[in-house]
């Protein structure tokens, strides 16, 4: 009797395993590239596991039987999974937008590094805050509400019924929406900083044309946009983790 359950439990699990290992393939924190690819699998294997008693009544019966019906369930495990993923990886988007913004502002738009967190360059004021939100991901435990999200998407997406697109569309466009907007509040500081500055040379450069004003003022502009950044990186970063939690409790359903 055992022995001809096995291949439904099985079944199941990889149903399960797909699911989980495209989110985790994609989220942030779990999902990074400096991970390796056989951490990121493990983990989605023993978290596959703890999670398939709750998830098991979920699933269809008898589907051991049906190959069809597997093919069509895995390929909307995988679709779903993938969403999720993408989703929580757009909340992480608003810091290299507030990045670009703030470095084209401080005269560091030039400076390019590899964003450890991607694999690709980008500015460095980007990469910083890039690297720092995924470090208080992990400080603030909110690894722990993206592991709820990921139990929770079983019951806000049931195995077996059709992918609601529609919804996947426009949750897509609300997430890259926030994620833009947020950016923007994070460096209007430094858009103000920016505006005055610059407002300043032009008037210096009008009762002194003959000063070579952009040797003196790239120094200054980046010493004083350090200055500023110095000054309220606590807060950007408070603030940009709240819309964070707030983009992960979704999936949990708060």
Known sequence: ?????????????????????????????????????????????????????????????????????????????????????????????????????IATQLGLGFAMTVDPTQGQQGVIVGNFLALATVTLIFVMDLHLIAISGMASSFTLFPPGHFAPVGDFAQTAVTFVAESFRVGVQISAPFLAFGMVFNLGLGMLQKMMPQFQIYFAAMPLSIGLGLLVFGFVLASLLAWYMDHVREGLMRLVGG
């Not at 199941?12 to 985790?24: E, P, T």
């Not at 400096?34 to 008898?62: E, I, K, M, N």
């Open 1 to 101: 009797m055992t022995l001809r359950l096995l291949p439904e439990v099985a079944l199941i699990y990889l149903l399960a395993f797909a699911r989980l290992g495209s989110i985790v393939m994609l989220a942030p924190g779990f999902g990074e590239t400096t991970v390796p690819v056989r951490v990121r699998l493990l983990f989605a294997v023993f978290l596959s596991l703890a999670l398939h008693p709750v998830v098991a009544p979920l699933y269809p019966a008898g589907l051991s039987k049906n190959l069809p019906a597997i093919l069509i369930l895995l390929a909307g495990e995988l679709v779903i999974g993938l969403f999720i993923g993408m989703v929580t990886r757009l909340l992480l988007a608003g810091a290299q937008v507030a990045g670009a913004t």
